[in-house]
């Protein structure tokens, strides 16, 4: 089986930054693509940022300009450097990933635990 283990959220002020990590790991043959979701109080989840393996990303408008997305795919990992953080950031990220395990070779999503990021003054 596959697991997605998140670490880096945490509390910060308007403005501030923070790094996010997610690392799958498990039965893995092949990985598409890793990206990050979050989700808000009253709100649907959206995406914020995806990566595929050939290095092919998107992100929200909401982000643009301010977060960067990375994988070191040797490493299994995504990273998300978000800057200039601001009060509507807050909520719970998700880290996601398509990835086919060595049991069936079919693509499947995996999704992590979630972490909190909380921006506040």
């Known amino acids: 089986q596959v697991q997605l283990v998140e670490s880096g959220g945490g509390l910060v002020q308007p403005g501030g930054s923070l790094r996010l990590s997610c690392a799958a790991s498990g039965s893995i043959f092949s990985i598409y693509g890793m990206g990050w979701y979050r989700q808000a109080p009253g709100k649907q989840r959206e995406l914020v940022a995806g990566?595929?393996?050939?290095?092919?990303?998107n992100y929200a408008d909401s982000v643009k300009g301010r977060f960067t997305i990375s994988r070191d795919n040797a490493k299994n990992t995504v990273y998300l450097q978000m800057n200039s953080l601001k009060p509507e950031d807050t909520a719970v990220y998700y880290c996601?990933?398509?990835?086919?395990?060595?049991?069936?070779?079919?693509?499947?999503?995996?999704w992590g635990q979630g972490t909190q990021v909380t921006v506040s003054s």
């Open positions: 990566i595929t393996t050939d290095g092919s990303t």
């Open positions: 996601n990933a398509v990835i086919a395990t060595t049991i069936t070779h079919i693509l499947s999503r995996y």
